[in-house]
């Protein structure tokens, strides 16, 4: 289970205690609401039948596949299912590959997302072993399915954009950059990537 909304309001007055500037941001946006996915199988699905595609597109070829196959809890349903049929619900040829990639690393007994390393970066290399599951996707997944609370997607363009804002600064920091930043605020990363996300939302609708 995700970070909950507790453990999300204490992780950043904690990051408030090291770094006073989310201070002034906070009193600008507020706190975040909790981001929660479900832990499994269905979740990295879904992110890979998401990725590249509006939400609405993502959830319209989700449920063209629960009408084709059925059960989409359960890895052997897509990896029974023929090629022409995954194709003919929307999926790429290349989403294809990536979801019986997922499915056989699952049903193989290989990754057992009951039961990922407890070391962050060691279930990163677990996750990024599926075809299509690249490092933002794996961060994401234990940040928001797992509630790991100091993972740290620094990759992420919003993520960069914001803490650079909320620190002052003009240009937006690489990712190197961002990962030595942060490195004080540890274990909270994960709330402040949240909080991050949640002030880049609040400024957009200002512009």
Same mark, same amino acid.
């Given at each position: 289970m995700g970070l909950?909304?507790?453990? %999300?309001? =204490? +992780?950043?007055?904690?990051?408030?205690?090291? =770094?006073?500037?989310? #201070?002034? #941001?906070?009193?600008?946006?507020?706190?975040?609401?909790?981001?929660?996915r479900d832990r499994g199988y =269905?979740?990295?699905?879904?992110?890979?039948?998401g990725q590249?595609?509006?939400?609405? #597109?993502?959830?319209?070829?989700w449920n063209k596949l629960a009408a084709a196959l059925g059960n989409l809890t359960d890895p052997d349903t897509v990896a029974n299912a023929s090629d022409e049929t995954l194709r003919a619900v929307g999926l790429s040829r290349q989403k294809v590959s990536?979801?019986? +990639? %997922? #499915?056989?690393?699952?049903? +193989?007994?290989?990754?057992? @997302?009951?039961? @990922?390393?407890?070391?962050?970066?060691?279930a990163v290399a677990a996750l990024t072993r599926i075809k299509g599951i690249g490092r933002w996707s794996a961060e994401i997944y234990l940040l928001f399915a797992e509630g790991r609370p100091d993972i740290w997607p620094?990759?992420? @363009?919003?993520?960069?954009?914001e803490i650079g804002r909320i620190l002052g600064h003009a240009e937006r920091p690489s990712e190197k950059l961002l990962r030595a930043w942060s490195a004080p605020w540890s274990p909270h990363r994960g709330a402040a990537a949240i909080f991050a996300w949640h002030h880049y939302k609040i400024d957009m609708e200002v512009i």
């Open positions: 909950s909304e507790t453990r %999300l309001k =204490e +992780s950043i007055d904690a990051l408030i205690e090291v =770094e006073p500037a989310f #201070a002034a #941001a906070l009193e600008r946006a507020g706190y975040p609401p909790p981001r929660i =269905e979740t990295l699905l879904r992110t890979i039948i590249q595609v509006s939400v609405a #597109a993502a959830q319209s070829i990536y979801a019986r +990639s %997922l #499915a056989e690393e699952v049903t +193989s007994g290989r990754l057992d @997302l009951a039961n @990922l390393p407890d070391d962050d970066e060691e620094a990759g992420d @363009l919003a993520v960069q954009i």
